[in-house]
């Protein structure tokens, strides 16, 4: 067991080449092994790759595959259950008729399953239980012909639109299945008083879709992609929000949640109006330029203050962090991506007509921006991003 934190994959590249080993990982880790690192030593060692905790894309499968030697065994569980079925899948299946085999899972012989309900809904019986009832899991699934199952998406994901049952999987599915997105969710939009339900699209573009999006913008897109939903749903139930995100936003565990997937909305290109009526004035700069310090104001209806919160606004965090990166951007030649940020720190709040100087500091040999915002009371927030040149994931 390797105990120590791995903080690079060249780190982990090397690790595994050390001597025979299995890798225990999850998606989040294994969709972004890049394809630069020499892994070559640890295709040579790794005597199985093991992933989950969530689900693991096909082509993410297939090019861990390609770069470990090894296919990656997935596991689906839970932590009440412990594992309760398992898939490898074959390269050669993803372009022929078995790649619908190979989607399927089997259980484990010690677990027992069935299928409850017109949805299908999925129920296990497990030796992690503490009793010997059947567990109904959150998944729904369908049976195959030699006793293995696949999964169907999630039971909580059947909505109500005007009255109209909607499947947010199989919307996702379709979207998908375009070939114009490579990832996809949708997600109902908390509905005002007296409104009615809306739903909200989050697609990462295949290359397909860049190509579109690029030449005829994001109506045309909009209008494609809802001429692919309307064989799926009922006009009434499209979406009515599109957001078109470089990657999902994901938590620590590799989990993407519906709060993260709203925030992005605060990030988004076209938002860009919420700079419009800020007060704004250049205090320094120095010669290089490497240094700029701004005074910055945000007026009391700035779209941010808005809801956060309702009795005392403040200036969201991840919008402070938003605005060292824009502004930067039109003093520094910096990286296309954003790679992490450390040093991460919010000592005061921001509160509307606050006015606050904003501190940039660019890095160019370490590609690295250092932002703090301060005040006469004292510092706000401050932060280092870490910034990439882009490229074909982009």
């Known amino acids: 067991m390797h105990a120590l934190s791995i903080a690079y994959p060249e780190q982990l590249a090397q690790d595994l080449a050390a001597g025979p080993c299995v890798l225990v990982a999850s998606p989040a ?20 790759v093991f992933s989950s905790g969530g689900p693991l894309a096909a082509e993410a499968a297939f090019a861990a595959a390609a770069l470990l030697g090894r296919a990656p065994v997935e596991v689906y569980g839970s932590s009440e259950t412990g594992g309760v079925a398992w898939r490898q899948r074959s390269a050669g299946a993803n372009a022929n008729a078995d790649a619908d085999a190979d989607e399927a899972w089997l259980p484990f012989p010690t677990v027992a399953w069935r299928l409850d309900g017109e949805e299908g809904a999925l129920e296990v019986r497990s030796p992690h239980l503490a009793d010997d009832n059947w567990l109904a899991l959150a998944d729904r699934a369908a049976p195959t012909h030699d006793g293995r199952f696949h999964l169907l998406g999630r039971n909580d994901r059947i909505v109500k639109i005007e009255e109209k049952r909607v499947s947010l999987t199989a919307m996702e599915a379709a979207l998908t299945g375009s070939g114009l997105v490579a990832e996809a969710r949708v997600v109902p939009c908390e509905a005002l008083p007296g409104e009615r339900s809306k739903l909200a699209a989050f697609m990462v573009l295949a290359p397909a879709g860049h190509a579109v999006l690029e030449a005829d913008g994001k109506v045309a897109l909009n209008g494609r992609l809802r001429a692919v939903l309307a064989g799926t749903v009922d006009a009434v139930a499209l979406p009515r929000r599109w957001r078109y995100l470089d990657r999902m936003p994901e938590d620590a565990q590799g989990k993407t949640t519906q709060a993260a997937l709203f925030a992005s909305f605060a990030l988004a290109a076209d938002a860009r109006p919420r700079f419009a009526r800020m007060r704004e004035r250049e205090i320094a700069l120095d010669v290089e330029p490497r240094c700029v310090v701004l005074e910055l104001t945000p007026p009391p209806d700035l779209l941010y203050f808005d809801g956060h919160f309702d009795v005392a606004p403040i200036l969201p965090g991840v919008v402070q962090v938003d605005w060292a990166i824009h502004y930067s951007r039109r003093y520094f030649a910096l990286p296309a991506q954003f790679a992490g940020i450390s040093a991460l720190k919010f000592q005061q709040v921001i509160v509307p007509g606050q006015t606050v100087l904003l501190e940039l500091l660019h890095d160019s040999a370490n590609a690295t921006l250092t932002f703090r915002y301060h005040s006469d009371a004292g510092r706000h ?14």
Do not use: E, N, T
């Not at 927030?381 to 982009?394: K, P």
């Open 29 to 48: 880790h294994l969709k972004r092994l890049p394809a630069h690192v020499d892994w070559r030593g640890a295709a040579g060692m790794l005597r199985a």
């Open 381 to 394: 927030a401050s932060g280092r991003v870490l910034l990439r040149a882009g490229g074909s994931d982009a």
